[in-house]
């Protein structure tokens, strides 16, 4: 655990000074390092397929998204709100007295990114978390993920040549390529760690966030740990549209074969003619899906462990799988069917099962369909499918899929997660440990900052954000009036 240490001593080192960069400076930065992954080329692409068995094409759009991601956060640096810069000014002749005040949000500290196995750049090394992050103004130490070591040093390069074209302090980032529990808890655990951002399973992610709850002095961990993603198909468009339904959620649920997040693995739809036609297409579609292999080893052998206890719990029918047999490290394409009833009071039905299958649960009625809505842990997203009719009939639906997930979807699919402002990638526990934030868009950046207040502070003080002149140009809460000024 020496080298750590050291990598973690390091990065508070460099926390002093790269907090005080200026927003242009960490723009500039996070710019260099997009242009240094893209010039890694073709090379990464293959190294990254070599590891994961993610196919060129999906490789090369998820490298852009991450390239896209860090401009994106040099792009809200320069533009500079962000930072909710907050001024009200004194009034000497109130009694008693009313001080300056002005607040902004700060970097919290050096934060440790565990890379993500489905996602071997948007959601590791220089992903998203990392991103956020140095744009925070934090330095980040990244625990790559076994799955993509050498993806992730590729990566890491791209970024230590970033630092030393921008003139960034040199530990800005640290790479710890120990692919250990212990060394992941060591890193939570250590006194100079301010925050970490997690992707993966719950118990990783629960681990984590009970390791940093546990410490002398706790810290936030904000672990994004999965979901079943339900969807509500409503009676009148699966009356109408049964067939188009399940082809378009036959090809969501076998999507990257089921290894998303936000893969739909759960169904809830009323029983009648129209659910008749959704089963028998949905049968026909899933069938015709070629099994692929899998990111790793672990994720292939929980998948067939979670999917065969799921399918052998009472009650519980296989609706069709896919007619290929799968090679080895292959997942097979599974949907299948349960009763209301049975699924209410069976646990284990609600858990994740990681992959390309998904459980449609049949319900009486409208009221069967909300009870087995609301009896779901917290998620990251749900989705509604319905005509106009369908809307209008159950408006209270509406009111009630907030308290469900953190993206409420409605005619579409859940995969497929745009990056920008108003994506909300997040949701209640135990889709993730802090539902009030998001992992995904500019919005992820709140993860590693906190407000500080200056009261009475000489203007040659304070930080450029919260001077009289704005010399930054930035939107300002000025004595309660949003402006420029
Ligand atoms: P994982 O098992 O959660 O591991 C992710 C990272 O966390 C790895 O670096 C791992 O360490 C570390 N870790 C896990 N448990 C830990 C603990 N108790 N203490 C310290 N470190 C710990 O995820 P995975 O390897 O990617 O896949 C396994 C399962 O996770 C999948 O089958 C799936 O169910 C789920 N998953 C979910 C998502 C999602 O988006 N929600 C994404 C990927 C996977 P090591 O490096 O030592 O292994």
Redesign the pocket.
């Known amino acids: 655990m020496q080298t750590i240490d050291d990598t973690m001593q390091r990065s508070l080192r460099a926390f002093d000074d790269y907090r005080i960069t200026t927003p242009q400076a960490r723009a500039v930065f996070l710019e260099t390092i997009a242009a240094n992954i893209e010039a890694l080329g073709d090379a990464l692409i293959e190294q990254a397929s070599k590891e994961t068995n993610l196919p060129a094409a999906r490789l090369t759009g998820e490298r852009g998204r991450t390239t896209m991601q860090l401009r994106m956060f040099a792009e809200m640096l320069r533009e500079g709100s962000w930072v909710e810069a907050s001024v009200d000014t004194a009034i000497p002749d109130k009694n008693p007295a009313k001080p300056d005040l002005r607040k902004m949000l700060v970097p919290l500290g050096p934060v440790v990114v565990?890379?993500?196995?489905?996602f071997p750049f948007a959601y590791s090394t220089a992903g998203g978390d990392t991103a956020s992050a140095l744009a925070a103004g934090c330095p980040v130490v990244v625990?790559a993920?076994?799955?993509h070591l050498q993806t992730s040093v590729m990566v890491a390069g791209a970024i230590a040549r970033a630092i030393e074209t921008c003139g960034m302090p040199k530990d800005v980032f640290g790479h710890v390529t120990d692919?250990?529990?212990?060394?992941?808890?060591y890193l939570?655990e250590h006194a100079a760690t301010a925050a970490v951002g997690?992707?993966?399973?719950?118990?990783?992610?629960k681990?984590?966030y009970d390791?940093a709850a546990a410490r002398k002095n706790p810290i936030p961990v904000f672990s994004?740990?999965?979901?079943t993603n339900p969807v509500l198909f409503l009676p009148d468009t699966i009356r109408q549209n049964g067939q188009a339904l399940a082809r378009q959620y036959a090809a969501s649920i076998t999507l990257g074969m089921g290894?998303?997040?936000t893969n739909p693995g759960l169904l809830i739809a009323m029983q009648g003619e129209g659910l008749s036609v959704f089963l028998q297409s949905l049968e026909t579609e899933i069938a015709a899906v070629v099994p692929a292999k899998m990111?790793?080893e672990?994720?292939h052998k929980?998948?067939y462990e979670?999917m065969e206890a799921a399918l052998k719990e009472k009650g519980v029918s296989l609706v069709s799988r896919s007619s290929r047999q799968p090679e080895t490290m292959e997942a097979l394409p599974a949907v299948a069917t349960v009763a209301a009833k049975t699924f209410l009071n069976d646990p284990l039905l609600h858990e994740?099962v990681?992959g390309p299958y998904s459980l449609l649960v049949q319900c009486a009625g409208i009221e069967e369909m909300k009870a087995v809505w609301k009896s779901l842990a917290g998620q990251l997203t749900t989705t509604l499918m319905g005509t106009d009719t369908d809307f209008s009939e159950h408006r209270s639906l509406l009111d009630l899929a907030p308290s469900i997930a953190g993206r409420i979807v409605f005619n579409g699919v859940p995969t497929g997660v745009e990056v920008c402002p108003s994506m909300v990638h997040g949701g209640p526990f135990p889709a993730c440990t802090d539902s009030r934030f998001t992992a995904v868009g500019n919005g992820a950046v709140k993860r590693w900052v906190r407000p500080v207040c200056y009261q009475n502070c000489p203007d040659s003080m304070l930080p450029d954000a919260l001077k009289d002149a704005n010399p930054l140009g930035i939107w300002r809460l000025f004595n309660n009036t949003v402006g420029k000024r």
């Open positions: 565990f890379g993500a196995s489905n625990k993920h076994p799955a692919g250990s529990f212990e060394s992941g808890k939570v997690f992707t993966g399973s719950f118990k990783g992610g681990a984590l390791y994004e740990m999965g979901s290894q998303f997040c990111l790793h672990g994720i929980a998948y979670k994740e990681f």
